[in-house]
């Protein structure tokens, strides 16, 4: 069974400065990647997906998938107070299908002014 | 991007006592989920459906019933709530493509007493 986890769990950084999440999974077949994001009481909001090995980048996040090692980056370029939330890594494909998604426990991020 | 209503917001039931969680989606997607969201645990999937009246267990169905008697709506069932199926419910849809996307709606707090 497909096994995600996410660290750190929580990361504080100050406005501007690079933010960097980490997510292994277990399954090296899977083939279907995501990052979403959550504010405190909301929905998820999807930021990037990623298909294939390298990068993806939408807007101010980027991720880095190398399949080989099993993980799944999340890099957030100059973050400001308003991506204060949970991010979270979902992982589908594989031995699971691609309709089951499996997600890591979140890491909190915290954006000081 | 797809539109997700889940009704209601909040939920106060009695253990014992029936409660459904519905969720409409106005985009014509295929494919509909229900997880739960528990600290320490992250989502995980209850139930999932492939089109009008497809249900299908996810990874955690036990105490619950899913219902999609049309491709717009799907329903989350405890007939008899229990205290520890106190948790945030969220509903998703996606279009059913080996490369969905899922989209969330906001989710509903359900608290049993």
């Known amino acids: 069974q497909q096994k995600v986890q996410q660290s750190p769990e929580s990361l504080t950084v100050s406005e501007g400065a690079m933010a960097s999440l980490n997510c292994t999974f277990s399954d090296r077949s899977s083939d279907n990647f995501r990052w979403y994001r959550q504010h405190s009481g909301k929905g998820l909001e999807v930021l990037v997906s990623?298909?294939?090995?390298g990068e993806k980048e939408e807007g101010s996040f980027t991720a880095h998938l190398n399949r080989a090692s099993l993980h799944v980056f999340l890099h957030i370029r100059e973050p400001q107070p308003s991506d204060s939330a949970l991010y979270l890594c979902?992982?589908?494909?594989?031995?699971?299908?691609?309709?089951?998604?499996?997600f890591g426990k979140g890491t909190v991020l915290l954006v000081s002014p | 991007e797809a539109a997700v209503t889940q009704s209601p917001r909040n939920k106060v039931a009695v253990t014992g006592g029936k409660v459904t969680l519905s969720c409409n989606q106005t985009n014509n997607h295929n494919n509909m989920y229900w997880y739960r969201q528990d600290t320490g645990h992250g989502l995980r999937l209850i139930h999932y459906?492939?089109?009008?009246?497809?249900?299908e267990k996810g990874d955690i169905p036990d105490g619950y019933k899913a219902s999609r008697p049309s491709q717009e709506n799907f329903s989350l069932i405890l007939e008899l709530a229990t205290p520890s199926q106190t948790s945030v419910y969220f509903c998703?849809?996606?279009?059913?493509?080996?490369?969905?996307?899922?989209?969330f709606g906001s989710g509903t707090r359900l608290t049993v007493l």
């Open positions: 979902a992982v589908s494909g594989g031995d699971s299908g691609y309709n089951k998604l499996t």
């Open positions: 990623i298909f294939s090995d």
């Open positions: 998703a849809s996606g279009k059913g493509t080996s490369a969905e996307t899922l989209y």
């Open positions: 459906s492939y089109g009008a009246g497809s249900t």
